[in-house]
Every structure is written in structure tokens, then in C-alpha cells.
């Protein structure tokens, strides 16, 4: 398990700073719901599957302790992604998909002219000129200095312009694991953690029972082996 990175008290003064930001914009909250000069309900919808990411119940929770109406619309994943392109939802989840060397994903998701177009990648709608170059720059960058000096000033102002809250961001992977699953003790220098996981790992119980019934496959005479086609059947059939 890992140490709780947000202790109540930082949890606090979060939610009493964004209680001040909805004042400010003319949102109040009563009777334990956000309203406005209406009496009319702050509501987000928030859609996806039945499967949905545990990293969201805190926030949906959060959300609820500043009187926010979290409204929960389940949808399949066609049309829940059918929504998004069309920039028809308030607020979701999505997984972009990335690369081992940073480029033409990061326009596909960013680059302001697509900002508009429905069915594009830039599902979070970011028009931003200052985006815009340091993906330039990005893609341009000819040495691995200069591309991870462009790649972090662009983390930097996509985090800070609050398009996306980032939760998929630990830089080492933790997996529990029976004791008889094995894997490789040389990682490859490049890999997907998940892909990994799911397809590297073997049952070294199953390992030793097939290395077992492998010594135990019948093997006939030399003789055997010229126009009998029951000798051959053995060899490779029968154990």
C-alpha cells in the first residue's frame, strides 16, 4: 500500500479554496448544494462504464463535499467515446495513447487547430499558441537534451493550464504477485508496465510440468524410425 499523498488537513484547505473560487464566480453553496443567484444546482455528469476507474471515487467525493451534483450516466464504451469526440460530455476519463519518444501523439492531442473539429484527438478542447510551439519544438528537437528540456516545459503548461488532472504519473511500477509467477530477470530498456505484466510472466509450476512430460515422451528405436508411421505417431503424439 502506498502512503497517503494528500493528508486530510492539504484535503481542507483544497476544498475551502475552491469553496472561495465558486463565491468569486457566484456560486454558493446552500443547504449543501452549489447554487446561483437562481437557486439553480451546480450539476456534472460524469459518464463511463460499469468497470469505472477507482481513481475517480475521491474526486466524485470531493466534488460532492462542495455541493456539487455529481450526476453518474452509464454508457458502453462506443458511445461513451462517441460523446467525447463530439465534445458531448462535462466530465471523463481518457487514456492517451503514448510513444517511447514523445512527437506526433502530443499534436494529435493538443495542437489548437483540431481544438474545435469534431473527431479529433484533442478531446480536452486545449487552444493554446504556447502548446503549440513547444510541440513544435518537441517534434524539432535534435538532440535528447533539447527534446527533454521542451517535453518538460510542455508537461509544465499543460498541468498549469488545468486541461487534464494527471493520476497515472509514478515513475516505478508496483505489482504483487504469487511466489511460482516468473519473469525475465533482463527487462527489455523499453516496455508498456501493463503489457508486460500481462504477457512476460509465466506459472513456473506449468513450466516444470511440461519440461517433465517432455522427458517422458516415448522416443522408439533408430529402426523405427524408416516407413513406420506408428513409431512416428509416437514421437509426436504421445507422452
Same mark, same amino acid.
Given at each position: 500500500?502506498?502512503?497517503?499523498?494528500?493528508?486530510?488537513?492539504?484535503?481542507?484547505?483544497?476544498?475551502?479554496?475552491?469553496?472561495?473560487?465558486?463565491?468569486?464566480?457566484?456560486?454558493?453553496?446552500?443547504?449543501?448544494?452549489?447554487?446561483?443567484?437562481?437557486?439553480?444546482?451546480?450539476?456534472?455528469?460524469?459518464?463511463?462504464?460499469?468497470?469505472? !476507474?477507482?481513481?475517480?471515487?475521491?474526486?466524485?467525493?470531493?466534488? *460532492?463535499?462542495?455541493?456539487?451534483? #455529481? $450526476?453518474?450516466?452509464? /454508457? @458502453?464504451?462506443?458511445?461513451?467515446?462517441?460523446?467525447?469526440?463530439?465534445?458531448?460530455?462535462?466530465?471523463?476519463?481518457?487514456?492517451?495513447?503514448?510513444?517511447?519518444?514523445?512527437?506526433?501523439?502530443?499534436?494529435? !492531442?493538443?495542437?489548437?487547430?483540431?481544438?474545435?473539429?469534431?473527431? *479529433?484527438?484533442?478531446?480536452?478542447? #486545449? $487552444?493554446?499558441?504556447? /502548446? @503549440?510551439?513547444?510541440?513544435?519544438?518537441?517534434?524539432?528537437?535534435?538532440?535528447?537534451?533539447?527534446?527533454?528540456?521542451?517535453?518538460?516545459?510542455?508537461?509544465?503548461?499543460?498541468?498549469?493550464?488545468?486541461?487534464?488532472?494527471?493520476?497515472?504519473?509514478?515513475?516505478?511500477?508496483?505489482?504483487?504477485?504469487?511466489?511460482?509467477?516468473?519473469?525475465?530477470?533482463?527487462?527489455?530498456?523499453?516496455?508498456?508496465?501493463?503489457?508486460?505484466?500481462?504477457?512476460?510472466?509465466?506459472?513456473?509450476?506449468?513450466?516444470?510440468?511440461?519440461?517433465?512430460?517432455?522427458?517422458?515422451?516415448?522416443?522408439?528405436?533408430?529402426?523405427?524410425?524408416?516407413?513406420?508411421?506408428?513409431?512416428?505417431?509416437?514421437?509426436?503424439?504421445?507422452?
Amino acid at each position: 500500500m502506498q502512503p497517503n499523498t494528500h493528508p486530510p488537513s492539504s484535503v481542507r484547505k483544497s476544498l475551502t479554496r475552491a469553496l472561495a473560487l465558486f463565491a468569486e464566480a457566484g456560486w454558493h453553496n446552500r443547504d449543501g448544494v452549489l447554487r446561483n443567484s437562481k437557486g439553480e444546482p451546480f450539476v456534472i455528469e460524469v459518464t463511463g462504464t460499469r468497470g469505472q !476507474n477507482p481513481y475517480m471515487d475521491p474526486i466524485y467525493l470531493n466534488m *460532492s463535499k462542495l455541493g456539487i451534483v #455529481v $450526476k453518474k450516466k452509464i /454508457v @458502453d464504451a462506443a458511445t461513451g467515446r462517441s460523446r467525447m469526440k463530439n465534445f458531448n460530455y462535462d466530465y471523463t476519463t481518457v487514456t492517451f495513447r503514448d510513444a517511447r519518444m514523445p512527437g506526433p501523439e502530443l499534436w494529435r !492531442n493538443f495542437n489548437s487547430h483540431d481544438a474545435d473539429v469534431p473527431g *479529433s484527438e484533442n478531446v480536452a478542447g #486545449v $487552444k493554446s499558441h504556447a /502548446v @503549440d510551439v513547444l510541440i513544435a519544438k518537441v517534434l524539432d528537437a535534435d538532440s535528447q537534451e533539447a527534446l527533454e528540456t521542451a517535453a518538460h516545459a510542455l508537461d509544465r503548461v499543460l498541468i498549469h493550464s488545468h486541461y487534464i488532472i494527471p493520476w497515472r504519473y509514478l515513475t516505478q511500477h508496483y505489482y504483487i504477485h504469487k511466489h511460482y509467477l516468473q519473469r525475465p530477470q533482463q527487462l527489455p530498456d523499453y516496455y508498456a508496465a501493463q503489457d508486460w505484466a500481462m504477457a512476460y510472466w509465466w506459472d513456473s509450476r506449468q513450466a516444470q510440468a511440461a519440461l517433465t512430460s517432455q522427458s517422458q515422451i516415448y522416443r522408439p528405436q533408430a529402426a523405427h524410425w524408416h516407413g513406420d508411421v506408428a513409431a512416428w505417431n509416437k514421437v509426436l503424439y504421445q507422452k
